[in-house]
């Protein structure tokens, strides 16, 4: 199985700012695949099964039937696939806090 490949754009450097750690995400696009999707063909076609439409075509269904309650992992799963273009900065910026801390930790330790 390949590797994702990711692009990263660096549009122009900003002075440091005294008191702020580094580095930091100011933006981005798009959401990461889930780790289980099987490689970037699978996850295209994943992205093909799991349109907008189809969603709204789905929910429609089960609030029709009424069976909301007997669907809920399914419900749960719909919901990832409609968010999984969304970008959140906080979260890049979260991990990237964890990778510092961790290799701040494994400086100290050497």
């Known amino acids: 199985m390949r590797s994702w490949q990711h692009d990263v754009r ?16 100011v933006g981005g696009r798009r959401g990461v695949p889930p780790e ?13 099964r799991y349109s907008v439409v189809t969603i709204a075509r ?24 409609l968010v999984i273009d969304r970008f959140d900065r906080r979260a890049v910026n979260r991990e990237l806090d964890q990778v510092r801390g961790d290799r701040i930790r494994d400086l100290a330790a050497s």
């Open 10 to 25: 660096v549009e122009r450097l900003l002075p440091l700012e005294s008191g702020r750690t580094y580095p930091v995400c």
């Open 58 to 81: 789905r929910l429609a269904d089960l609030l029709e039937e009424g069976v909301i309650e007997e669907h809920r992992e399914e419900l749960m799963e719909l919901r990832r696939w």
């Open 36 to 48: 289980d999707c099987g490689g970037p063909w699978a996850f295209l076609e994943l992205c093909q």
